[in-house]
């Protein structure tokens, strides 16, 4: 029998542990303060040569701004997702049908085996709704500090990700946790954790559950932790991510769809990245070849 949340004595809350989300107003003036900052700093610094420091803080600004500048597009571009959810409980019982047609595990099962640990439950929803951003944070910073060399390759790895997801949820889908008459329960609500009452002036996008951005940065993070790092902890990112494709789906807050989807797109903006980058070095060499030609040519000037 499906566990239903219907009244009863109120469960015994536990806040969440939110990170600090900004409006896309905030971030975009952000990334624009940034941007002035670091145009005056050059202009101030002229022809002299930067030291060390300098350096690494104008590169650290840079991609500050940057990010908050996505980040600001991310969540103005997710608005219209989460006020239209026309068609998202259709397409959401399509996508339970294919599954089922698939044989892949009914994710009421898994819902309905996690709710009832309530300990568990209120753990699962913490890390839903937390580390989500933190560790793609802080694996940003530890491969900016540590691994410069890598960093721009993960980083426009992740950002091309995140925009062909953000195409595909622009297209409503709602998730399990909103269709109490299949039999699914919204876990986090059980225990008073929803994150989607709203953090400061941050609506998530309820009706953006296709693809699972949670599931796609968890397997970029496992990706680049191991095949960057060298220590033998490096696994324990493997962890992460098996464990963010369960308790997305424990918690009713996606569809199995929405993680297979994801890691689809992984490799497709991984396809574009490398195809794009083929083509520029291509570009460059043709250039390179061509220079020599290029300047043995008469002057313009005397022809």
């Given at each position: 029998?499906?566990?239903?949340?219907?009244?009863?004595?109120?469960?015994?809350?536990?806040?969440?542990?939110?990170?600090?989300?900004?409006?896309?107003?905030?971030a975009w003036w952000l990334c624009g303060i940034l941007?002035?900052?670091l145009v005056v700093a050059r202009v101030a610094v002229g022809q002299r040569p930067l030291g060390g420091r300098a350096r690494f803080l104008i590169a650290a600004g840079t991609e500050i701004s940057l990010l908050a500048g996505l980040d600001g597009l991310w969540i103005l571009a997710g608005r219209p997702t989460a006020a239209d959810p026309n068609g998202g409980f259709d397409r959401a019982r399509t996508l339970?049908?294919?599954q089922h047609d698939l044989l892949l595990p009914?994710?009421?099962?898994l819902v309905n085996a996690l709710a009832p640990h309530r300990l568990l439950s209120q753990f699962s929803n913490v890390y839903y709704a937390s580390m989500h951003f933190t560790v793609m944070g802080i694996l940003l910073v530890w491969l900016f500090w540590r691994h410069r060399d890598r960093y721009a390759d993960i980083r426009t790895w992740m950002v091309l990700f995140t925009a062909c997801a953000l195409c595909?949820?622009?297209?409503?889908?709602?998730?399990?946790?909103?269709?109490?008459?299949?039999?699914f329960v919204d876990v986090a609500k059980l225990y008073g954790q929803s994150v989607y009452g709203g953090i400061g002036n941050f609506q998530p996008a309820q009706f953006g559950a296709m693809p699972s951005?949670?599931?796609g940065w968890a397997l970029l993070i496992?990706?680049?932790?191991?095949?960057?790092?060298?220590?033998?902890?490096?696994?324990?990112?493997?962890?992460?991510?098996?464990?963010?494709c369960f308790v997305v789906v424990a918690t009713a807050n996606h569809w199995w769809g929405d993680g297979i989807v994801a890691a689809g797109l992984l490799l497709i903006a991984r396809g574009i990245q490398l195809s794009v980058r083929s083509l520029l070095r291509r570009i460059r060499s043709r250039s390179a070849a061509e220079a020599p030609a290029d300047a043995d040519a008469p002057d313009a000037a005397l022809v």
């Open positions: 029998m499906a566990l239903q949340s219907g009244p009863g004595p109120p469960a015994p809350t536990v806040p969440l542990v939110r990170t600090t989300t900004l409006t896309w107003q905030q941007a002035v900052a339970m049908r294919i009914h994710e009421q099962d595909v949820q622009l297209v409503p889908v709602a998730p399990p946790r909103l269709m109490p008459e299949l039999g951005v949670h599931v496992a990706y680049a932790v191991c095949t960057i790092s060298t220590s033998r902890w490096r696994w324990i990112a493997l962890v992460h991510a098996v464990w963010m």
